[in-house]
């Protein structure tokens, strides 16, 4: 674990747990999680499949309670909130990036990226400014009155990117963002999230990709509940760099 102090720590996560039941059956997902991250890192998570690694992230995320232990985002612990203070927290702090994309297929781009500001209950002049701005850092301004189904696989994750961003949080949580894009767009994707990264942006990524773990500045795997390596990447790929070289 990096050696940091609680100002410089993003997330700080102590003994978190997490077990399940299943029947007669006591499943412990997590066990005894310890470790911060910075802010302004960029971390990948891995693991295998019942790793933990989702569990972890869905705990980051605040869409599953512990069992035990202690988060603190950005210092307000957040295992001690109610369910209206932690969707609030969620809304404001978190960005979320999935794999599927989770875009809702009928209304347009920019309305997808306004969805966040609407819970936010910004207003609606307000909302429209925000998300074509925020589809135009991703690279989509003449895209924004596209359908889901009337954009590419990395178009798609871009608008979600976009959804992401919008509140200004200071973390982005991303599960699997490339494991539905070709390599060439992956690619394309990791130049995006560096350059938010390098932005100041802190990243947790979860991936079973080496390659694409390589990009950030830190991989952390995980094996039956708990953390069994944690450690620096010394010189991270630049996507940007692999792209022009293509």
Do not use: C, W
Request: hydrophobic content about 45%.
């Amino acid at each position: 674990m990096p050696d940091l102090t609680d100002g410089d720590a993003l997330i700080q996560v102590t003994d978190l747990a997490r077990d399940y039941r299943l029947g007669e059956v006591t499943v412990r997902a997590l066990r005894g999680v310890s470790l911060a991250i910075g802010r302004g890192e960029f971390v990948a998570v891995m693991g295998p499949s019942g790793s933990g690694k989702s569990t972890f992230m869905n705990l980051l995320g605040g869409l599953d309670r512990p069992s035990a232990g202690r988060y603190l985002l950005d210092g307000e612990d957040v295992t001690r909130l109610d369910p209206d203070r932690l969707a609030a927290l969620r809304n404001r702090a978190i960005g979320f990036v999935f794999q599927s994309f989770n875009l809702l297929p009928r209304v347009t781009a920019e309305e997808n990226v306004e969805l966040p500001l609407i819970y936010a209950r910004v207003p609606a002049a307000e909302r429209h400014r925000r998300a074509r701005e925020q589809l135009a850092r991703v690279g989509l301004a003449e895209r924004a009155h596209h359908l889901p189904r009337q954009l590419s696989g990395g178009q798609q994750q871009r608008v979600a990117i976009a959804r992401a961003l919008v509140n200004e949080p200071p973390l982005i949580l991303a599960d699997e963002p490339t494991g539905a894009l070709d390599s060439r767009t992956s690619l394309e994707l990791m130049a995006l999230l560096q350059g938010l990264n390098d932005a100041g942006i802190t990243i947790v990524l979860v991936t079973h990709e080496h390659d694409i773990a390589e990009f950030a500045h830190r991989v952390i795997t995980f094996r039956d509940g708990r953390i069994v390596e944690d450690r620096p990447v010394e010189s991270p790929a630049r996507a940007a760099n692999l792209l022009e070289a293509s």
